[in-house]
């Protein structure tokens, strides 16, 4: 029996529930592709079988078998599959590139991973992870995240942080949410600070992000609860405390977001 998920399919699971710091997930599947999207958590992308149009910002990709892309954080892109093309894919959580970012400052992955002799432990291993279909723990995701790293590196080295041109300067505004979450942030506010209308900044969130601003602003911010939660520098605040210091009002609108983002996805 193959290990992949037998079905087409286009990814429309909300990025949010799967974004989170110690999230780590692998898949293979027979994809047709997906939309205009990101997340802040590092995706490895690699085609096992037929082919894939690849759009990372404006820089375009035709991955054969064998080849792979590494989309990081924040960076808007978007997959366009032939019939019958089989795809398998790793999601990274932030928390498990610590070392990497310590070890290269100011220096990624590269983007496009072309050679297919290389790629063979990379997709050995992603291709490995997927067939557990089990929650991994911190270790786990650490230790398979540095072995992958280390054959990357090994193949092809690092390169230097890709600024975002200003036709994307979109993932710089979620950066600045996930900065100033804990600020009086709004629609308004927002589309002030960078220069856009209020109109065209919502479509955006909307094509890209799949939520509303406001939800989307809510959903870092329960994020960030849930972090300093499980921490144990703050075992001695109760949840309206921590829920006040993330930038909500109350326990209930935390409760509130909670139940609309991420109770299914923990």
């Given amino acids: 029996m193959e290990n992949y998920i037998t079905r087409t399919w286009v990814r429309d699971i909300n990025e949010s529930t799967r974004d989170f710091p110690i999230y780590f997930h692998a898949e293979k599947y027979e994809s047709i592709g997906y939309t205009a999207h990101l997340h802040r958590n590092a995706e490895i992308y690699c085609v096992v079988k037929g082919n894939s149009h690849v759009t990372i910002n404006e820089r375009e990709y035709d991955l054969t078998a064998g080849q792979a892309v ?3 954080s924040l960076q808007v892109h978007s997959y366009k599959n032939s019939e019958g093309t089989i795809v398998s894919f790793l999601l990274i959580g932030s928390s498990f590139l610590q070392l990497f970012n310590s070890v290269y400052p100011k220096r990624t992955l590269p983007e496009f991973l072309s ?3 290389a790629n063979r432990p990379i997709l050995k291993l992603i291709d490995d992870i997927a067939t557990q279909y089990d929650d991994f723990d911190t270790f786990e995701g650490m230790g398979y995240t540095n072995l992958l790293i280390h ?3 090994k193949a092809y080295g690092t390169e230097p942080t890709k600024k975002a041109s200003k036709k994307f300067i979109f993932s710089e505004i979620i950066q600045y949410i996930y900065d100033h979450y804990k600020e009086d942030l709004s629609l308004t506010s927002l589309a002030e600070q960078f220069g856009y209308a209020p109109r ?7 094509k890209y992000v799949k939520m509303d601003i ?3 602003i809510n959903s870092v911010r329960a994020e960030k609860v849930l972090e300093m939660k499980a921490d144990p520098a703050h ?3 109760t949840l309206l405390e921590l829920a006040l210091a993330c930038g909500f009002n109350s326990a209930s609108s935390f409760y509130r977001t909670y139940r609309k983002n991420f109770s299914q996805s923990r």
């Fill in 200 to 206: 065209s900044l919502g479509h955006m969130f909307g």
């Fill in 214 to 216: 406001r939800n989307f």
């Fill in 151 to 153: 054959h990357i590196v």
């Fill in 115 to 117: 050679d297919p002799k």
């Fill in 70 to 72: 590494v989309i990081n």
């Fill in 235 to 237: 075992s001695d605040k």
